[in-house]
């Protein structure tokens, strides 16, 4: 069975920190495009986005034609969702909202066969290569990568409890719900809010687990990294081609009204 380059890369944390994008707009070809562009891994989102199971499998394909890894946050901790997306190929899967050490330890057993875990056995499917991976069933519990994603101060409280859960190989800090949480929704760059998300690498690490966030634009990945983060992603497919439109039809604009603003590329 195959090795997982994006697990090897949480156990190991190098060399360098690894650096992805999210997938929101459901299309194969973006998808295929961003994996080739140099990224680390791409995040199959299907929480916040209206990506279905078909959706997911059309976009790790595309993906797995490229040097980069697919990360598939699935819509809840659900033992069924988990199931199916393994089922059609994920081997890294992210748990948003775990709030306990508790769900923690449910979300690694969903993602495990028997006696470690509850995940449902079948012969043949996608992550098995249609049953032609024959050391599947005894290789696929090591072989996945469990991600937590901690969104509240809360699950912060307790992230030295949840990283201690046997299966766990990744913590993953969201910023936008934290905020929320905190009171300062949208204010992701105020100060509390920052010091809680820098506070969060340090007991990650102190608790020996790697852990990943997401950042809007390439100055605040900088900064989380600064912060100590091991893996970041920077904006989404969707951010990135609108903010790419607004910039260029700005450019575009500006130059029909008069000179080029200083360092424009066109």
Same mark, same amino acid.
Request: proline share 7%.
């Given at each position: 069975?195959?090795?997982?380059?994006?697990?090897?890369? *949480?156990?190991?944390?190098?060399?360098?920190?690894?650096?992805?994008?999210?997938?929101?707009?459901?299309?194969?070809?973006?998808?295929?495009?961003?994996?080739?562009? +140099?990224?680390?891994?791409?995040?199959?989102?299907?929480?916040?986005?209206?990506?279905? *199971?078909?959706?997911? @499998?059309?976009?790790?394909?595309?993906?797995?034609?490229?040097?980069?890894?697919?990360?598939?946050? /699935?819509?809840?901790?659900?033992? &069924?969702?988990?199931?199916?997306?393994?089922?059609? #190929?994920?081997?890294?899967?992210?748990?948003?909202?775990?709030?306990?050490?508790?769900?923690?330890?449910?979300?690694?057993?969903?993602?495990?066969?028997?006696?470690?875990?509850?995940?449902?056995?079948?012969? @043949?499917?996608? #992550?098995?290569?249609?049953?032609?991976?024959?050391?599947? *069933?005894?290789?696929?519990?090591?072989?996945?990568?469990?991600?937590?994603?901690?969104?509240?101060?809360?699950?912060?409280?307790?992230?030295?409890?949840?990283?201690?859960?046997?299966?766990?190989?990744?913590?993953?800090? =969201?910023?936008?719900?934290?905020?929320?949480?905190? #009171?300062?929704?949208?204010?992701?760059?105020?100060?509390? @809010?920052?010091?809680?998300?820098?506070?969060?690498?340090?007991?990650?690490?102190?608790? =020996?687990?790697?852990?990943?966030? /997401?950042?809007?634009?390439?100055?605040? &990945?900088?900064?989380?990294?600064?912060? =100590?983060?091991?893996?970041?992603?920077?904006?989404?497919?969707?951010?990135?081609?609108? +903010?790419?439109?607004?910039?260029?039809?700005?450019?575009?604009? +500006?130059?029909?009204? #008069?000179?080029?603003?200083?360092? @424009?590329?066109?």
């Amino acid at each position: 069975m195959e090795t997982n380059p994006f697990k090897t890369r *949480l156990a190991t944390r190098g060399p360098g920190p690894m650096v992805g994008t999210w997938l929101m707009s459901a299309a194969p070809a973006v998808a295929e495009a961003l994996g080739f562009c +140099g990224f680390d891994f791409l995040v199959v989102d299907m929480e916040h986005s209206p990506l279905d *199971l078909a959706d997911a @499998v059309g976009l790790m394909r595309a993906i797995a034609g490229t040097p980069c890894e697919s990360l598939v946050r /699935v819509p809840w901790n659900d033992q &069924v969702d988990v199931k199916r997306v393994l089922d059609a #190929g994920a081997r890294n899967v992210m748990f948003p909202f775990v709030q306990s050490a508790e769900e923690a330890a449910a979300a690694v057993a969903y993602t495990r066969y028997p006696p470690q875990g509850v995940r449902g056995v079948a012969a @043949v499917h996608r #992550g098995s290569r249609y049953g032609q991976t024959r050391d599947y *069933l005894r290789n696929a519990n090591a072989a996945i990568a469990v991600v937590i994603q901690l969104e509240t101060p809360e699950a912060l409280e307790r992230l030295p409890a949840i990283a201690a859960v046997p299966g766990v190989d990744s913590l993953f800090l =969201g910023p936008g719900d934290l905020s929320a949480a905190m #009171g300062r929704i949208g204010e992701i760059a105020h100060p509390e @809010v920052q010091a809680m998300i820098a506070k969060a690498a340090r007991d990650a690490h102190a608790a =020996g687990k790697p852990i990943g966030t /997401v950042g809007g634009s390439p100055e605040i &990945v900088a900064q989380y990294l600064g912060y =100590g983060y091991d893996w970041v992603a920077v904006a989404s497919d969707l951010a990135m081609l609108t +903010g790419r439109a607004a910039d260029c039809l700005g450019a575009i604009r +500006g130059r029909a009204a #008069g000179p080029a603003a200083p360092g @424009v590329a066109y």
